[in-house]
């Protein structure tokens, strides 16, 4: 049992202070306790002022779940010690294996963290056995820390975009850092007083309104209001997938008009929305028949449109942007295609904003690919219950924060008392 003992001490990295007194196995519940103690007139720290030889005040039993040892859930128990400190008082003291406060080890919730990252957080709770509130909780409190010491002073170019927690209701809009590719704040709604919440963030944490030089957002008129009022001395680029979209919208509307009358259509709609090179091979000989002259579909000429439309952020320069969105204006608007000349010329009242990208370069990339992840996650999950939750899962997928990570340096670097 003494070895057992010391190998559980080192498996803990319990220090010299403390060690392990009990072990009990109980296989019928397939869980381990461990029980540790300090000795008789040990001195500790005090965790506020740092002053040594603190004398212990009182102790309250304590317990927290740990990583499985042997496929077994594992559980610590301790009595955790308040000192009496003559400068500050009673505080109770930092245990080298958790976080105050916390009811989980510290590698417990590092592989929580891990988990949470590749998966919704109610599998995660599933995998570990854990009530998923309690799995939310821990990712609350992780995201708030890393939100704590953000630094946007440098920040100058910034992705808008919105997203919802179910079809139709519970919006938020998530803003990211277009340099750093990262998530930087996310805010509830999606009206104009997202701008607003997003200047108090950003003066917040070191920022400033001036230094912003670019938004990059889809073509709302509330964004574009939002960014005018709060940010005036920015420059709006209308995001390229948000454009294309709109174009591709206009190709689907044709498609489904034209598919009541001519049967050919059925089962056709991601073939044409798709982008060609992401097709299957299947895919691209049903779309190379399709696009014969000799069938005259309406909706193939609104899908080479379409495709014009794509070429022309394909162009380095700017003038030669302009020229072409020129000849596909023209092309568009003599289609006799309706979706399609009202989608051209809804776009050529912004053409200046869309073709800037062709010359700054940014779009929302990070946060469509965010929004990917997001509604798979929802798909996985049956959505988010609160908007809290929404807002914690996408600081986690696209904040870039070294969640979980920070914790395992803790245990490894911090003073065992």
Sequence with gaps: MKDMKELFEMALGLGTEWHVTDITLSPEEHRIDISLDFDRGTKFPCPKCDTPGCGVHDTLERTWRHLNFFEFETYLHARM???SCDRCGVHQVTVPWARPGSGFTLFFESLAMALMRMMPVEAAAKILNVWSTRLWRLLHRQIDGELASLDLSDVRYVGVDETSSRKGHNYITVFANLE????IHVA??????TLE???SHLEIHGGHADQMELFSCDMSTTFTAGILAH???AEIVYDRF?????VQKALDQVRREERLRDPKLAQTKYIWLRNPENLS?????RLEELTRPAHHLQTARAWAIKESFRDIFRENDLACAHACFRHWYFWATHSRLAPMIRVAKGLKNHQDRILRSVETGVSNGILEGLNSLIQAAKAKARGFRTLKNLKAACYLVGGKFELGISHLWWMTHTRCY
């Excluded at 750093?180 to 998530?183: G, I």
């Excluded at 509830?188 to 007083?193: A, F, H, Y």
């Excluded at 091979?281 to 000989?285: E, F, G, L, R, S």
């Design 180 to 183: 750093q590719n990262r998530v």
């Design 281 to 285: 091979a299947t895919q691209k000989v």
């Design 197 to 199: 919440s997003f200047r």
């Design 231 to 233: 940010f005036p001395g």
């Design 188 to 193: 509830e709604g999606r009206g104009i007083d």
């Design 81 to 83: 010690p308040r000192v």
């Design 242 to 246: 948000h454009v294309v979209k709109l």
